[in-house]
Nanobody
Framework: QVQLVESGGGLVQPGGSLRLSCVAS????????MGWYRQAPGKARELVAA???????NYADSVKARFTIFRDNHRGAVDLQMNSLKVEDTAIYYC??????????WGQGTQVTVSS
């Protein structure tokens, strides 16, 4: 059983920063991909950023140069540093792990609200 616990969401003004953290527990070892998705009201869930086991990252065009993803295999964690936040970044952010059993696991979601 794999569990993902997220933290770090909240309310921030435009231009501000937040750091999201996700820690995986259970039978997980060096998963294929760890990443973050988000879902805004009335919109489909979309990939924000992901990082493969070899450390190579992938970002949505809308967050490139503003967000940075960090993976810590020792802790089983993946963090998302979000800078220069915009109102349109407001969403529920979900941690996702594509594990070695070829299954996808999801966190419970953490709300990020960017508003003045």
């Amino acid at each position: 059983q794999v569990q993902l616990v997220e933290s770090g969401g909240g309310l921030v003004q435009p231009g501000g920063s937040l750091r999201l953290s996700c820690v995986a527990s259970g039978r997980i070892f060096n998963p294929f991909v760890m990443g973050w998705y988000r879902q805004a009201p009335g919109k489909a869930r979309e990939l924000v950023a992901a990082v493969r086991a070899d450390g190579s990252p992938n970002y949505a065009d809308s967050v490139k140069a503003r967000f940075t993803i960090f993976r810590d295999n020792h802790r089983g964690a993946v963090d998302l540093q979000m800078n220069s936040l915009k109102v349109e970044d407001t969403a529920i952010y979900y941690c996702n792990v594509h594990a070695n059993d070829n299954l996808h696991y999801w966190g419970q979601g953490t709300q990020v609200t960017v508003s003045s």
